[in-house]
């Protein structure tokens, strides 16, 4: 490791240091049966686990199982006449038929590559589109504030020789070639972002759709860009699965971010690929033989409801105790829904009103850990909290609020 790796290394464990809520293990609280933290212990919104959806699969519980034998799934291969060798034709089918129900990505023409979540896809393509001859310093990432706080944290832990974190993507103004991250709708502030470098050399771009799904955003387009990253962590609410995926526009560049993935994992659990192809074959039945299913239980509208109606909570608890404030959304047209809808973002970002300085610390005080403004490249006025927990966490939220004091 050089002196510049091993500074940027000491850098990231000082700054974990510093914010301990990264380490999810130790700061859970005790949890009863429920999965609840007690009342006398810190509520946990700093993750975004999404169990929110728990709700609706308990529901379709049947349709959903999936059995394996004993003597199935055993080898690494899966379609070795595929780019991505290791992803199951079943799962390639579910999720280029789930796109084309929901109208928010083009696949067509483009390749799929399937990873252990999002998390791995994401260094696969700064991979893929990082120069491949060692050059005199690694590629600038950048992304536009807030960002996504595991960007820069993936990247500060694994001090590649490759790229490393270059910050905001709106402050970026060096004449050399960079990568810019964009994701839309955007973790933590739930805006529909564009690219932001405006520098006269060219970049390239992967972007983060993890939230680009009609029950947190109105899908106002299909997005077609040349890297595009999705997760069955946010759109199913199955995180525990670890699947996530790739629409690549250049064969190239698949290859590349599947040899990463071949590198790091020898592909991806099959078990999880089976569940994952078959809970959204569940999805898009609800929608393509719509006959055996009521409207609102049709799982993106369930969600949407379940969502919606977390937010006029929320909204109507920080409004009334003026301690924080959180933007509102423009109302856009949602062409798989067929009706102008505003957000409803897996997280909210509060912003705390003159005289608190820091939102994460007076959050604290209610016994509420969120994520501090700092740890997204923003200030220390604004603070990140989930809506994705589950209905305990969520009540108790709107509970603890009511003691926020001005
Ligand atoms: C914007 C964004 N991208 C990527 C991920 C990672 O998802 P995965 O569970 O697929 O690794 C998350 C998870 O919270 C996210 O919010």
Known sequence: MSTKQKQRARGFFQEHTLYPSMVVAKAASPINKNGFTSPSSTLNLDKGDPLVFGKYWKKKSEECMVVIKGCELMSYLSDTSNV????????????????HV???????????????GTTQLFMAALFALSPSMTT??????????????????????????RFQWGGDAGEYDKNETYIEVVNYPNNPDGTIKEPMVKSIVE?????????YWPHYTPITHQANHDVMLFTLSKCTGHAGSRIGWAIVKDIEVAKKMVMFVQMSSIGVAKESQ???????????DGYQKFESIEPDQL??????????ERWEKLRRSIELRKVFTVAKYPKAYCNFANESFEALPAFVWLKCEEGIENAENYLGKLKIRGRGGVRFGAGSKHVRLSMIGTDDEFTELIKRLSNAKY
């Open 84 to 99: 991505c060798w290791y992803m199951l034709p079943e799962l390639k089918d579910a999720i280029e038929r789930l796109h």
């Open 102 to 116: 929901v109208r928010n990505a083009v696949t067509k023409d483009k390749y799929i590559v399937i990873g252990t």
């Open 136 to 161: 005199s310093h690694p590629i600038n990432v950048v992304s536009a504030t807030p960002y996504y706080s595991e960007y820069k944290d993936q990247l500060d832990l694994f001090c590649s020789e």
């Open 203 to 211: 970049g390239k771009l992967v972007h983060d759709l993890a939230y």
């Open 274 to 284: 089976t569940r994952a192809a078959k809970i959204m074959g569940v999805i898009c």
């Open 299 to 308: 799982f993106f509208e369930y969600c949407k409801n379940i969502l919606r």
